[in-house]
């Protein structure tokens, strides 16, 4: 993903509509991607990971997408709820000699309208 | 289970001084990462410890440096603070190399 530095992208979405939200990763040897959301004051929290030998997985409510041919991965949440408001991270890791080494995205905000 | 823990939480620093983090993995993850988050720079890896051994070093300066003790937690300590490095610190465990890697709060570092 692409750091945007103070300017986050928002996202902005009614409560109950589905969200997605986009990232582009930078290196095509990366074989590990997860999505994180962070709340305010708060540490990253693990939502849903996929491996570069699947392009879709499903979790509770959530679904990444990955398209490697043009390097980008997607996170949609369903009937997306206030509790989702946060910013969401992607993040790579670049095969198994990287070790834990996580590469993150700018992040983008979500903000979910009552 | 207990998560990651972070201690302190909030730390106020002057430049020129020197500070020391720690962080307690979760039970059993032998593998601790941290992690530099600024809004400038977002998220920046900055050194892995795995088995007491660096595993891997982000592209911070030789100021940035940690270890990490037999029960798995790990210290970072940042030498002559500068103004930049104030920051939200995360230290991130998992179990091992390709395991999931899961975040404590973090300590935000304040150098006046």
């Known amino acids: 993903g692409e750091s945007v530095g103070l300017h986050l992208p928002t996202l902005s979405v009614q409560e109950g509509d589905n969200s997605i939200i986009n990232c582009a990763y930078s290196n095509s040897a990366s074989d590990y991607f997860i999505w994180y959301k962070q709340e305010s004051g708060k540490g990253p929290q693990f939502i849903i990971d996929?491996?570069?030998?699947?392009d879709k997985r499903q979790g509770q409510r959530v679904t990444v997408l990955l398209n490697k041919t043009v390097k980008h991965l997607s996170l949609q949440i369903a009937a997306t709820q206030p509790g989702d408001s946060a910013v969401y991270f992607c993040?790579?890791?670049?095969?198994?000699?990287?070790?834990?080494?996580?590469?993150f995205g700018g992040g983008t905000r979500l903000m979910v309208k009552p | 289970k207990a998560g990651v823990t972070q201690t302190p939480r909030y730390l106020i620093k002057t430049r020129g001084q020197q500070v020391t983090l720690s962080c307690s993995p979760i039970s059993g993850h032998r593998s601790v990462s941290w992690y530099q988050q600024t809004p400038g720079q977002g998220l920046q890896f900055l050194f892995e410890?795995?088995?007491?051994?660096?595993?891997n070093k982000g592209n911070f300066p030789g100021r940035f440096s940690g270890r990490q003790f037999s029960n798995s937690r790990s210290e970072m300590n940042v030498s002559t603070l500068e103004l930049g490095d104030s920051a939200l610190y995360l230290c991130?465990?998992?179990?091992?190399?390709?395991?999931?890697?899961?975040f404590g709060p973090g300590t935000r570092l304040l150098v006046l």
């Open positions: 410890y795995f088995s007491e051994t660096q595993r």
């Open positions: 991130a465990s998992s179990l091992g190399q390709v395991e999931t890697q899961y």
């Open positions: 993040a790579e890791k670049k095969g198994n000699n990287a070790g834990n080494m996580l590469t």
């Open positions: 996929i491996r570069s030998n699947m």
